[in-house]
């Protein structure tokens, strides 16, 4: 299990009892949903962002992807970031930056699983 999802897991557990931290789980949750449907529209062009966040931002995609295939639990959001894994690595593999077209290769790896 994944350190977030671990964390993710704990504030579930905590928020049962407790209807603030419903609340804030909630509100997390949605800024972390609205925040993930912008990234993924920026992620169709890669200049846009600093390569350091880029190359976070692909380890996160490709986490959250390799968690859902795992968990079987592939849906229509799963979808959406394949779709801007596969922008991205397109773009990262024409970077010419060698720590790019690793996160690219990384990429294509995890969408042939």
């Known amino acids: 299990m994944t350190h977030l999802k671990e964390f993710t897991a704990s504030m579930e557990k905590a928020s049962q009892s407790d209807p603030m931290m419903q609340r804030w ?6 800024l972390e949903r609205q925040l993930s449907k912008r990234l993924i529209r920026l992620c ?7 390569k350091a966040l ?6 996160v995609l490709v986490e959250a992807l ?3 295939q795992e968990e079987g639990t592939f849906s229509a959001s799963s979808e ?5 894994l596969i922008a991205l690595a397109e773009n990262l593999e024409n970077s010419g930056d060698s720590q790019m077209e ?9 969408i042939a699983k």
């Not at 959406?80 to 801007?84: K, L, P």
């Not at 690793?102 to 995890?110: L, V």
Request: aromatic share 8%.
């Open 25 to 30: 789980l909630y509100g997390t949750k949605e």
């Open 44 to 50: 169709k062009y890669p200049d846009m962002i600093p």
């Open 54 to 59: 880029l190359a976070n931002y692909t380890n």
């Open 66 to 68: 390799e968690n859902e």
């Open 80 to 84: 959406d970031i394949m779709e801007s």
């Open 102 to 110: 690793e996160k690219a290769r990384r990429i294509r790896k995890a």
